[in-house]
């Protein structure tokens, strides 16, 4: 995340200079900590995480926006992707993917009005 700030603001202004201002905060990088950042290859996490997060789009896509996390993983790991029920969830959730929520039954039955029930404090109320 500090190397796509960083990267962001590199042709405006320059990496030593960013850097620069990033000192004395949370975000403060050492410049031999971007240089590596950049020129390392992507985790296997990473890499294996946008293959799934292909295959889950497909697959709630393929199912109308229906289906959640609990579905998709069912439905992944009968077409043999091997993967982990909170994988999905994690997936679905990074890429904003979410089931339908269905609402609730609509209610019957109205309550009454408040009656003069006794109360359960046990103080005396005026009769209103």
């Not at 992507?42 to 799934?52: I, K, N, P």
């Not at 229906?66 to 992707?81: D, I, P, T």
């Not at 979410?98 to 103080?123: F, H, I, M, V, Y």
Request: aromatic share 4%.
């Amino acid at each position: 995340m500090k190397v796509e700030f960083v990267d962001s603001q590199r042709e405006e202004h320059g990496v030593q200079p960013v850097l620069r201002v990033l000192e004395q905060t949370p975000a403060e990088t050492a410049p031999s900590t971007y240089y590596a950042a950049r020129s390392r290859p992507e985790s296997a996490r990473v890499v294996r995480d946008r293959e799934l997060t292909g295959k889950i789009e497909r697959v709630h896509e393929a199912n109308y926006g229906v289906y959640g996390a609990r579905k998709v993983w069912a439905e992944l790991n009968r077409q043999g992707a091997e993967i982990a029920r909170c994988t999905v969830e994690r997936l679905m959730r990074e890429s904003g993917l979410r089931d339908l929520l269905r609402d609730k039954s609509p209610r019957t039955t109205r309550p009454a009005a408040e009656t003069g029930r006794p109360c359960a404090c046990r103080k005396p109320h005026p009769r209103r």
